[in-house]
């Protein structure tokens, strides 16, 4: 027995047309998951299908900072065994230059989407009571902070709380919910960052990782983890994937 095995599990995945959502689809698929994933832009979700292993998978369009969008999509999903929300915007801004706007805009992709998604499965009883396994990715800039992350960090440190918050809710179902805090990773949001904000900035926090960037495949890999029985004794943690 492999208690790493995903076989006969159903995992929805959001952010899935991109980076650490559409490796995390993938790497699930290998491990005998039938995936449901979910994002906005059909080309890149459609390529994410395409890559998956095996059959019976699912693939839905949707804008989770639209409330109609969240209710059309659960309306449309299997029961579940798991759920990762690998969903995010890197907006980045001194603190002087924040408005209610850069507030509103980071908190109801980063934060509001994954809570109102997820009072939405709970709603319709999506989730399977005893094995079902709830992942969040935070960032480990919640414990080590950048310049310019103060909005950013602010809402992932707000899904971290609501993270443990919700552990301690669902235990009783036998649900379980854990964050994982990766450093940096080679994906799209990373190079968006280094062009919005500084390549420089980019290689000063790169050469604080004393094991280098993490690829898509190490954040992957951890989240398994979580979704797998290997961990059905732990709910409520955060696991910093650092770089070291
Ligand atoms: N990369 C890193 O170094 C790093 C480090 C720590 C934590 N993280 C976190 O990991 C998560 C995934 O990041 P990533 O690097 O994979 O980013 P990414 O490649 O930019 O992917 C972001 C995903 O979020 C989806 N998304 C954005 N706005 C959405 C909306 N309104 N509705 C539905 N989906 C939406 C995008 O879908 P569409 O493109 O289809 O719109 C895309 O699939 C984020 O929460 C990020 O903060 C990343």
Known sequence: MNAFDLTGKTILITGASSGLGRQTAITASEFGARVVITGRDADRLGQTYQSLKGEGHLQFLADLTVQSDIDELV?????????VHSTGISDLAPARFITSETIAKTFRISFDASVLLTAALLGKKKLVKNTCSIVFISSI?????????AMYISAKAALEAYARVLALELAPRGIRVNCVAPAFVRTPMLDETAANYSQEAVNMIEARQILGLGDPEDVANSIIYYLADASKWVSGTSLVLGGG
């Open 141 to 149: 800039s919640t414990r080590y902070p950048f310049v310019g992350g």
């Open 75 to 83: 309306a449309s999903l299997p029961v579940l065994n798991g759920v």
